[in-house]
């Protein structure tokens, strides 16, 4: 199995990035997939997924009216598109994958399977 995040950079505050991330080796739609975050000195929090038809969303506080999670199951890809950008949204992004489709499970921050990160950084 392969999570393959990218699409990270370096902005400034109030720009726009796209998150993409590419997985292999599983059976993609059956998996609730969701992005994380960590902060350096901080713990790793959950911040969207979405459903494995992709027709439901969910969000942390700090994502939501900002952030929209989408996937496509034709291309085996999940996006995160991250709006109105802050200095706080810095951090290393990782996708992940959760095959039991528990929202309550992925937003403590369980998944089956990681992806590397993808740093972003926001310049204020």
């Known amino acids: 199995v392969q999570l393959q995040a990218s699409g990270g950079g370096l902005v400034h505050t109030g720009d726009s990035l796209r998150l993409s991330c590419a997985v292999s080796g599983l059976s993609f739609r059956s998996y609730l997939m969701g992005w994380f975050r960590q902060a350096p000195g901080k713990e790793r929090e959950f911040v969207a997924a979405v459903s494995g038809s992709g027709s439901l969303t969910y969000y942390a506080d700090a994502a939501k009216g900002r952030f929209t999670i989408s996937r496509d199951n034709a291309k085996n890809m999940v996006y995160l598109q991250m709006n109105s950008l802050k200095p706080e949204d810095t951090a290393l992004y990782h996708c992940?994958?959760?095959?039991?489709?528990?929202?309550?499970?992925?937003?403590?921050?369980?998944?089956?399977?990681w992806g590397q990160g993808t740093q972003v950084t926001v310049s204020s």
């Open positions: 992940a994958a959760e095959r039991s489709g528990s929202v309550i499970r992925i937003r403590k921050g369980g998944s089956d399977y």
